[in-house]
């Protein structure tokens, strides 16, 4: 089985300076972050705000990185910007816990609404406390981690508009109702498969990086496995994700990152058409949230300049992007 190179590896190997944190949210989740320090003495040009870089489903910050100097956060460092790269809980970066290892079926049961809601404002926070006085953050998102951006935007607006200075949302995933990839059809069975899962005990070989690397494994054997792998990726990412034969050993070695099977469902309510908090059975719904049904977000709270970036080679069509920007008013939509 492919062992996924480290982050820090890739940065320092290019010539690159990166620290690494270990921020511990409120309920005991350890997340590795990592940071390119730009602070002008090796870059005249350094920017006063942050950015920092969220990656989509099943994956980790490796996506920013893994095209080399070529990469967006090398990309953004060059051009003078203190660069930050995070991993949300359960990717293989970010596999520890307080008091829980990822052998305890507790530690999956996660949802998008833990990464939106406590796995960023502790990033944030982290972000903040070594920057420069009176900065905000710079958030660009990639796919699922637009989703977190505008969940976390529309539940803690006032928060939002103090800490971040603008999204850049790439390739934005609000809702996914009109997406037209084969994988939209499981969409409805998520709940039948989270309950499954659970009764099996399988949330762990399901969820954990180590153990869906095996699935990718086979990819490397030979040039025919890599293009059948690749084309499996299309039909997720968008059918002409095209990538060089040289790029697609680098991208096999570090996918899939891991997840938990909950954020898996969260998504794929996405692809139903809902953009609200996860959606357990009604008892428990009505336990956490006092309804039978998970409550809706409203994005129009939120306040922060928003610009959007998608193509129309996405499974996310071009229709429901447009359907997304008129619910608020991002600066700038570029297709």
């Keep these: 089985m492919l062992t996924p190179r480290l982050h820090p590896e890739i940065i320092h190997h290019l010539g690159y300076p990166v620290q690494t944190y270990r921020v511990v949210t409120k309920d005991g989740y350890i997340l590795t972050l990592f940071h390119m320090p730009n602070d002008g003495s090796r870059n005249p040009h350094a920017k006063k705000h942050p950015v920092y870089l969220q990656h989509g489903l099943v994956a980790t910050c490796n996506n920013f990185l893994a095209l080399q100097k070529d990469s967006l956060a090398f990309v953004l460092w060059d051009a003078g910007y203190d660069v930050w790269l995070g991993n949300y809980r359960g990717t293989y970066p970010s596999e520890e816990h307080v008091n829980l290892t990822t052998r305890d079926e507790k530690f999956w049961e996660t949802s998008m609404d833990d990464v939106a809601l406590i796995d960023l404002p502790a990033i944030f926070h982290t972000i903040l406390a070594h920057s420069k006085p009176d900065s905000k953050i710079i958030y660009i998102g990639h796919s699922l981690g637009t989703t977190f951006a505008l969940m976390y935007a529309s539940e ?4 939002a508009k103090t800490i971040i200075k603008m999204f850049v949302l790439l390739c934005p995933a609000y809702t996914l109702k009109n997406m037209i990839s084969p994988y939209k059809v499981f969409a409805p069975f998520g709940n039948w498969v989270v309950d499954t899962v659970r009764d099996l005990r399988l949330d762990r070989i399901v969820s954990e990086a180590q153990e869906l690397a095996r699935l990718t494994a086979p990819c490397m054997e030979s040039p025919p496995l890599m293009r059948l792998c690749m084309q499996l990726y299309n039909l997720f990412y968008g ?45 428990v719904n009505r336990q956490k949230y006092g309804s039978s049904k998970a409550p809706f977000l409203d994005v129009s709270r939120i306040e922060v300049s928003t610009y959007i970036v998608y193509s129309t080679q996405d499974w996310a069509t071009p ?17």
């Design 156 to 159: 803690l607006p006032d928060e």
């Design 319 to 335: 229709e429901a992007v447009s359907i997304f920007s008129h619910l608020f008013k991002p600066l700038y939509v570029r297709m």
């Design 239 to 283: 059918p002409k994700a095209d990538f060089g034969p040289e790029i697609v050993p680098v991208y096999f070695r570090q996918l899939p990152g891991g997840t938990s099977i909950q954020i898996l469902n969260h998504a794929a309510d996405l692809v139903l058409g809902n953009f609200r908090k996860y959606n357990y059975p009604p008892q």
